[in-house]
């Protein structure tokens, strides 16, 4: 299957710097990339629709000013947590759609980044 | 908005078999996804019904009732290795957009 690519795996940030993270899909093209975030013992929580070359689609109660996400190409999207804090600590999962794709099943995830604000 | 219902945990025997349920109430319905989550991955895909009826693959089976917004996974011939969270997820509107129940944590016993 296609591959989704997260980079970094895991991270340490003190209060108040701001963490990129980027989701790269590797060997497909996706006009659409999607940003979770999932707390312990908790279900995916979608935050926003990455669209390439626009602007992104935030879900209700997500900051778009504090979540800043870019689509610049096909294969990479980055979502910058701005002026972190402890409360921002999650697990942020990116998943991608095949541009290729003709069945819905094709969204790949990432393999998720450990956030860890202190 | 959508509402998603699942079991928070079940436990079943090594070699049983065991059925999730998941239920849901959403507009613009488009199909429902099954993922498996061990803990401190990401999700992978398992399964995703768009029409009424049983579909199967191999150990693992699900079900989709579109008209009484339910549906089931079915896991045959369980193993060890099946304990995961299994995450029941909403396909509806444009964008592809995915809404996930809060899961259910599986725990298979020797």
């Known amino acids: 299957g296609a591959v989704v690519s997260q980079h970094p795996s895991r991270v340490i940030c003190k209060s108040g710097t701001s963490v990129k993270i980027e989701c790269r899909s590797l060997d497909f093209q996706a006009t659409t990339m999607f940003w979770y975030r999932q707390f312990p013992k908790k279900s995916l929580m979608l935050m926003a629709t990455s669209n390439e070359g626009s602007k992104a689609t935030y879900e209700q109660g997500v900051e778009k000013d504090k979540f800043l996400i870019n689509h610049a190409s096909l294969t990479l999207s980055t979502l910058t947590v701005t002026s972190a804090h402890p409360e921002d600590s999650s697990f942020y999962i990116c998943?991608?759609?095949?541009?290729?794709?003709?069945?819905?099943?094709?969204?790949?995830f990432g393999p998720g980044t450990r956030l860890t604000v202190l | 908005g959508q509402n998603i219902d699942q079991p928070t945990e079940m436990t079943a025997t090594e070699g049983a078999i065991v059925q999730i349920n998941c239920t849901y109430q959403?507009?613009?319905?488009?199909?429902l996804f099954w993922y498996q989550q061990h803990a401190g991955e990401a999700p992978t895909f398992l399964s995703y019904n768009v029409l009424d009826g049983l579909e199967e693959k191999g150990r693992f089976s699900s079900f989709l009732s579109r008209s009484k917004g339910y549906s089931y996974l079915l896991l045959k011939e369980l193993q060890m290795k099946d304990s995961a969270s299994y995450l029941c997820?909403?396909?509806?509107?444009?964008?592809?957009?995915?809404?996930f129940g809060t899961g259910t944590k599986l725990q298979v016993i020797p």
């Open positions: 959403t507009s613009g319905f488009n199909g």
């Open positions: 997820a909403v396909h509806s509107g444009g964008y592809q957009k995915v809404t």
């Open positions: 998943s991608a759609r095949d541009l290729a794709g003709r069945s819905t099943d094709t969204q790949y």
